[in-house]
């Protein structure tokens, strides 16, 4: 086992679950996310975007964010609220959002 200490406001992650009624608005969300993101994303540089789904609860996704920049918060809110939110208000999942200051990384043995 390994790990590796971040230094502060050196990496950020933005964590955002939605919880949908039924699989199908899940699977729609997702489209979405995939179609438009990659049209912004280079407004935010270093960034990257992880879009999971549960396994086990397949109406259960996350987008995780990993930022370079403290400031990339405010435009990432700015483009999720002029492009994102506005639709997926419409599917009214149940959502989570947090915030969050890399501390560290943990590597199991390979």
Known sequence: ????????????????????SSKEDCE???????QQWPIYIN????SELEITRSMDSPNIMAAIWTLDDFKHFDILEKIGNDMIYPYRN?????????????????????
Do not use: A, D, H
């Open 1 to 20: 086992m390994s790990w590796k200490n971040y230094e502060p406001k050196q990496r950020f992650r933005r964590v955002i679950t939605n919880t949908f």
């Open 28 to 34: 729609m969300f997702i489209m979405v996310l995939k």
């Open 43 to 46: 407004r935010l540089p270093g």
């Open 90 to 110: 419409k599917l009214s999942p149940k959502s989570i959002s947090i915030k969050t200051e890399s501390i560290c990384v943990i590597y199991g043995n390979n």
